[in-house]
């Protein structure tokens, strides 16, 4: 690896689908303001595509001032369902009524990556998946947050499709990366042009 590169996120899946594929990087979280940033966009009218996006830049471009040198890489993911934006639910019971009102329903993950270099930004991607929930009981439902928890709460729906939440869908419509938090093909294929990794 010719560049040094960091990871803005203190996501553990984030990091993990990086060393899989063979990635050198360091790990620096950004103190962001997650939620003021989120609802000063929110208030403006910004949609969640571009509210992702925005997230993304902020983790990036402050690691960035700090480690000019650096190639940094933001990631945010946002969870949208019939114009409700949601965040990970604060405990147990939040999370319960938020996986009651998506069951059953359509929702969208955006996910956004964007990477800064310099203080500047270099490039920037924004990915959707379209995901519909089965209709599952009430008591698989307490089940499975019992089951899960609190692992489950550091996700923004409240599951892991890699794990236990997969049996939460009827549908998933979309890059399995982009779910995860990550849209990881569109990065690496960035890095490796960028000669950052190598081919």
């Not at 899946?13 to 000063?40: C, N, Q, T």
């Not at 934006?85 to 069951?103: G, M, P």
Request: glycine letters at 8%; hydrophobic letters at 40%; one cysteine or more.
């Amino acid at each position: 690896m010719k560049n040094r590169l960091i990871l803005a996120s203190g996501s553990e899946i984030r990091a993990e689908m990086l060393h899989r594929a063979g990635v050198e990087f360091d790990v620096m979280s950004p103190m962001v303001d997650e939620a003021s940033i989120k609802e000063s966009l929110m208030a403006e009218g910004a949609k969640p595509h571009n509210i992702t996006d925005a997230l993304a830049e902020y983790k990036s471009r402050k690691v960035s001032m700090k480690n000019p040198d650096a190639f940094v890489i933001g990631a945010d993911q946002i969870l949208a369902c019939d114009g409700v934006v949601y965040d990970k639910a604060e405990n147990r019971d939040a999370l319960i009524q938020q996986l009651k009102t998506l069951r059953g329903q359509v929702h969208r993950l955006y996910t956004a990556a964007v990477i800064y270099q310099g203080g500047e930004p270099q490039w920037r991607f924004v990915k959707q998946a379209k995901l519909t929930m089965l209709n599952f009981s009430d008591q698989y439902l307490l089940q499975y947050v019992e089951r899960n928890w609190p692992e489950i709460s550091y996700c923004v729906g409240g599951y892991q499709l890699e794990n236990e939440g997969a049996r939460l869908f009827h549908r998933v419509e979309g890059d399995y990366f982009t779910v995860l938090g990550l849209p990881l093909i569109e990065v690496l294929g960035y890095l490796t042009e960028r000669g950052i990794l190598e081919q």
